[in-house]
């Protein structure tokens, strides 16, 4: 899977990929679906999308309430708003009763870039990690973040994903023993000098800046660590 790909791009393909295989699958938008890549799912299944409109505790109530009927809805809007402005009905509607949805949160972090401050969410891993019962997970590249939406369709529970907004290279699907499981990180890189510990976007910067280091003598440790919460504390 060489080349680049934005993981909001590989989620929203993943979806449509996975969706025959989990027929109880839903997704649920918030007026942002051409970008946040819901807009595949919505064509490939307009009777299982649906669109909330900027609406974002409306929809988390919604996405809760099929929970709570034996579906797997996957909420998605900018993480500003599914972690910031809903805060309360995902703390309070979907975990407190440890209902099965995935709360996802598209244009993490400040790679956002050209939106603006406004919409440069830093502060989804802290308000998405506080809450008892909170599932957290960042993947790294477009191959990872195929295996993380499959393995949250078989997470019983709560859980936030986070998607980036620019592209970037795919690399995990060719390390060798690479392998995914919630709540493990990955060494992609063994080293002997220190470890860099990193996940979504500044893995990939994370093994360049290994390369930098061993050009000059230091043998760097890589580890994506991709699940915040629960924390892969062994490693």
Known sequence: ???????RNAYGEALVELAEKYPRL???DADLSGATMSKFFAAAHPDRFFDCGIAECDMTGIAAGMAASGLKPFT????????GRAYEQVRNSVAYPRLN???????GGVSVGEDGATHQCVEDF???RDIPGMLVCCPCDGHEMRLAVEALLNYDGPAYLRLERPASDVFTDEIPGYSF???????????????????GLMVGMALKAADILAAE???????????????????
């Open 1 to 7: 899977m060489a080349g680049k790909i934005a993981t």
């Open 26 to 28: 839903v997704v649920l």
């Open 76 to 83: 998605n809007t900018f993480a500003i708003f599914a972690a």
């Open 101 to 107: 949805v995935v709360v996802v949160g598209s244009h």
């Open 126 to 128: 802290a308000l998405m």
């Open 181 to 199: 499981e919630l709540g493990r990180g990955a060494t992609l890189r063994d080293g002997r000098d220190l470890s860099i510990i990193a996940n």
């Open 217 to 235: 003598g230091v043998d760097a440790r890589v580890i994506d660590m991709h699940t915040v919460k629960p924390l892969d504390e062994a490693l």
